[in-house]
């Protein structure tokens, strides 16, 4: 089975500086999907990011970016240019590439704080 | 607005009653996916649904939950005889194509705050 860990529980940020998030996860597979997703309060699962496996070249979405690191199973997040409105739980999540197996796998979450 | 809508957002129920959670995917989406989500935790995965098939239910407990996509209608999460223990949010996702390959991401709805009395 594979598994998603995230192992800052909180981080915290001064508005306009970059603040990275890490994630690594466990898999015998060569084929998944990696993803980042945002909770603000409010309790929505926002998309933020997400990542081929198969793709060498690390995605971005304007202020966010991920460094995909395949051999050490590290995904982590990066934030440039933090604002107040980044301020949320952060989650990890992992997903197998082939048919059998359709459900995210979650890490615990990182609660990240943003400074004015 | 053609998000995934969950209702009821709130649900307060005494022990022993029955919950009933519902999830009308995308528009175009006939992938279903139910998440648990207990305080300062992640998602947990729950089930998986298409249209009138439960597709993967290994994440969800064999006694008092249930869930459905019927072929017209919203999926419904149903947990009979509810204990404190239920307390939780309750996610539905869903996504538009499932196949060896496809990366769709799973869409979020705003989930149901299940609070057991």
């Known amino acids: 089975a594979q598994t998603v860990t995230q192992s800052q529980p909180e981080m915290s940020v001064q508005e306009a500086e970059t603040v990275t998030l890490s994630c690594t996860y466990d898999?015998?597979?060569?084929?998944?999907?990696l993803f980042w997703y945002k909770q603000p309060p409010s309790r929505q699962m926002i998309l933020v990011i997400r990542?081929?496996?198969?793709?060498?070249q690390n995605a971005t979405e304007n202020r966010f970016s991920v460094n995909f690191q395949k051999a050490a199973k590290s995904f982590s997040l990066k934030i440039s240019d933090s604002q107040l409105g980044d301020a949320a739980m952060y989650f990890c999540a992992y997903r197998s590439g082939n048919n059998a197996g359709n459900m995210l796998t979650f890490g615990g979450g990182t609660r990240l704080m943003v400074k004015p | 607005n053609a998000g995934v809508m969950q209702n009821p957002r709130h649900l307060v129920r005494r022990r022993g009653q029955e919950a009933r959670l519902r999830c009308s995917p995308m528009k175009g989406h006939s992938h279903v996916y139910w998440y648990r989500q207990l305080p300062e935790e992640g998602l947990k995965f729950m089930v998986y649904l298409q249209k009138e098939n439960i597709i993967d239910e290994s994440g969800m407990p064999k006694e008092r939950f249930s869930a459905e996509f019927p072929k017209e209608g919203p999926s419904i999460l149903r947990i009979q005889q509810v204990v404190r223990g239920d307390s939780a949010a309750y996610f539905c996702?869903?996504?538009?194509?499932?196949?060896?390959?496809?990366?769709?991401?799973?869409?979020f709805g705003d989930g149901t705050r299940l609070s057991i009395l």
């Open positions: 990542q081929e496996a198969y793709k060498q």
């Open positions: 898999t015998s597979e060569s084929d998944y999907y």
């Open positions: 996702a869903s996504s538009l194509f499932h196949g060896q390959g496809s990366g769709q991401p799973q869409h």
